[in-house]
């Protein structure tokens, strides 16, 4: 593989090409970073008869998915300054024990609306594992090591929407939607084993912040213009993504007549598109530079979603609609390493609270949006394609005005 010359229209931190993660350390980091998938996709399956369980409308039942997403954006609003001040480790334990506990509350919910406080909860304490883990690699990696280092974790963390969806639903044939909740238990007691084992400190006393210098960590990375138009793209990116989530368990079974299990194998292979996408980016990335991958992705998913919104207003049947929906789906493979190396370049002293920022992006627009692809329940799809296709040309948007004239 032909690298780049080192500085060649980077800052600093992607000149400089280091990493010191072993392979252990990088297959939990990436466990640690699937806690959004995990917490999402396994469920999606039995989104429909968990509705029709609880005697909820549909939008009822996508509220559990939004109040998931709104945890997991809070959550790091704590968990990255807690992170900075007290070091990796502490936090991290802690929020994975308070995950499995959450977990088993969500598989005895009594209603939609208990479930979806138990979710709150759940996805809030899975938080702590997606800020440590992005924290951990800016600690431990720099340059265009980092950007791989991101593409190696979702090679781990792709797992994740791949086998979740098809697990949620297998599991539907041994019980209710409850049973999936008890998997996801197990989960994260397994998760939390790992970590306390593999992951060590890599946020010593003298780099840590003290409580009072916390709350003005967030000013750092809020003032750089590179982060917040990096951040901003990839949020529009990411709630594409979550619209696609959110609407299309009842789009493809209500709507185009699959199966849980039918939409388990597209859901998987659409995850599978990201992770093929996502290495190819990591062996390309010293070659072509994260920059330019990242646009491409932004690229790729505004393609798949004006294409997607044309099958849908034409009544095109599954055979148009599933190669956009996996055209849309799996650009993020390039989009979200590449945008998460690219914003927290610069941001070393303060990598908790930037990444912090960065996920809370993502995840309160998807919360916010992302209900608006069911806007139609089960009478159309017509809803999610217009969200999926507004917000990937929002994000190019970004790109190309916001971003014009960054090389790397």
């Known amino acids: 593989m032909i690298a780049r010359p080192p500085g060649l229209g980077l800052p600093p931190a992607l000149a400089q090409p280091r990493s010191d993660l072993t392979f252990a350390l990088r297959i939990v980091l990436g466990a640690l970073s699937a806690f ?32 998931c997403l709104v945890g997991l954006a809070a959550g790091q609003i704590v968990a990255g300054p807690a992170s900075d001040a007290l070091g990796r480790r502490r936090p991290l334990l802690v929020g994975l024990a308070a995950y499995a506990l959450a977990s088993l509350l969500c598989a005895a919910a009594p209603s939609v609306w208990a479930l979806a ?72 007691a397994l998760i939390l084993a790992a970590s306390a084992r593999i992951v060590p400190e890599t946020l010593p006393p003298e780099r840590r912040r003290r409580p009072a210098g916390v709350r003005a960590t967030f000013a750092a990375p809020l003032g750089d213009r590179r982060f917040v138009a990096y951040a901003a793209a990839a949020a529009l990116g990411t709630a594409a993504l979550f619209a696609y989530i959110s609407g299309s368990p009842f789009a493809l079974e209500d709507v185009y007549g699959l199966s849980p299990q039918g939409f388990s194998a597209a859901f998987a292979a659409n995850a599978l598109g990201i992770l093929a996408v996502s290495q190819a980016g990591g062996r390309l990335v010293g070659r072509v530079g994260p920059r330019r991958l990242f646009a491409t992705g932004l690229g790729a998913m505004a393609c798949g979603g004006f294409a997607l919104l044309a099958a849908v207003a034409a009544h095109a049947g599954l055979w148009l609609v599933l190669p956009a929906l996996f055209c849309a789906v799996a650009s993020m493979g ?10 927290l370049a610069g941001q070393a002293a303060s990598a908790g609270a930037a990444s912090a920022l960065l996920g809370v992006g993502q995840y309160v627009l998807g919360a916010v949006l992302a209900p608006l692809a069911g806007a139609a329940g089960a ?23 916001t971003l014009r004239g960054e090389r790397g």
């Not at 039995?46 to 509705?51: E, G, I, R, V």
């Not at 009478?379 to 005005?401: D, G, H, N, Q, T």
């Open 36 to 67: 959004g998938p995990l917490s999402i996709d396994m469920y999606l399956p039995s989104l429909p008869a968990l509705a029709r369980n609880l005697g909820a409308t549909p939008a009822a039942a996508q509220l559990t998915l939004t109040a």
């Open 379 to 401: 009478a159309s799809a017509l809803p999610m394609a217009a969200v999926i296709a507004a917000l990937a040309l929002a994000a190019v948007a970004v790109e190309r005005f």
């Open 117 to 188: 406080a138990f979710r709150f909860v759940q996805g809030a304490a899975g938080a702590v594992g997606i800020v440590v883990a992005r924290a951990v690699v800016r600690d431990r990696s720099e340059g265009t090591a980092a950007a791989r280092t991101y593409a190696a974790l979702m090679a781990v963390s792709g797992l994740a929407p791949v086998l979740a969806p098809l697990l949620g639903g297998q599991l539907l044939r041994l019980g209710s939607w409850r049973v999936v909740f008890l998997a996801l238990t197990v989960v994260g």
């Open 334 to 343: 390039l989009l979200t390493p590449n945008a998460t190396a690219l914003a």
